[in-house]
């Protein structure tokens, strides 16, 4: 009965518009209400979801997304990414894909991506002929490719969690992030050749050579990231306070974008996404909690188990489960409730854990980006002026290829393991 009114609460608030971390929050105490449990467990579960150090780097990587984006750097990155590319047949649409990538690999957040390469390209892509829901699905679905692509928010939550390196998981998610980025821009250059999109003259050497040289700074930013987790100069909270004060130095004294009277509302900003994240990381662990005292993730094992314990079949059923609730669920909540207990039954069929968290990544961004809920689709949709019908029939050719992609990573686990084994060793 408790259990009833917890996923009953939970679901009535979260269609009825509620934000998914009072949701949780209102859900969980309800349920502690009714069960005669003491309320003093909520404070102490709340703090025990956050009092993680891992966590630090969170605000660190969303201060560095906000200082570029404020700092011109998002904007050399798509320009260069549209010198190298835009000669091509849907040009602008690959240059988006690319600037995502990029992009992806400082800010490692999918809304963040969405909100600051859309802002520049859906109205960009529109003035050169683009149809403009196209423009913002292709912004859409390329914002996925953040969280996957090191550093991640998403893995460093599951590996706060699970115990689980989050620098083996950064590095196990750059080869699939790198051919999520390639399938996209497969299916850009496919329809783009279908619908007759434009295509740009070819750079000269000259120009080309001008906007690497601009865009070198903003390029840096990634390879100084990605070198010093990996070559163990500094973790993955230490590389988040490296990124905002080269976006810092970078955007005031080379691009001169920033300025210091910006400064107080872009920390504001940050202030107000990484207190919201982690409110959310607290009620999700409350909800999180309290599952496990009921011994939901044992119910949810056996379950999953009783139907098959053929690691193909169990591992297609995973994926089910983890789309299903990506497209309706905040990715971060997801993660808290249902990774601990899908990783026990990952494992016990031989799933590697790096594996399986790229994974479970990997199908909750897919998430982002499918209808009705998904985020990153309401996100680019406002910044088009566009209904979400339109936006939601545009990424359809893209949901196709992300889960061609989903299915390789799943049952291919060489391309998450490689890398990290090749680097730190099995």
Sequence with gaps: MEMLLLFGVFLVLLLAGIPIAFSLGIASMSFLLFDGTSLTV???????????????????????????????????????????????RGGLGLANVGGSMIFGGISGTAVADAASIGSVMIPGMSKAGYDKPFSAAVTAASSTIGPI?????????????????????????????????????????????????????????????????TAFWALMMTAIILYGIIGGLFTPTEASIVASLYALVVGMYVYKGLSWRKLPSILFDTVLTSSALLLLVGLANLFGWIMTTQQVPQMLADVILTISDNPIVVILILNLILLFVGTFMETIAALIILFPALMGVATGVGMDPVHFAVMAVLNLMIGLTTPPVGVCLFVVAGIGNLPMLKVARAIVPFLICNLAVLLLVSYVPTLSLWLPNLILGE
């Design 149 to 213: 692509i090191p550093p991640s928010v998403p893995m460093i939550i599951a590996g706060s969690l699970t115990g689980v390196s989050v620098g083996r998981m950064f590095l196990a998610g750059a080869v699939p992030g790198l051919l999520l980025g390639l399938a996209m821009m497969i299916t850009v250059y496919l329809l783009a050749v279908r619908r007759g999109y434009p295509k740009e003259e070819r750079p000269t050497l000259r120009h080309l050579l001008r906007e690497g040289r």
């Design 42 to 88: 909520v404070p102490q579960r709340m703090y025990a979801g956050i009092d993680t150090f891992v966590l630090l780097c969170i605000p660190g990587f969303i201060l560095a997304g906000n200082l570029m984006n404020v700092g011109n750097i998002t904007e050399h990155i798509v320009r260069f990414s549209n010198a190298v590319v835009g000669h091509i």
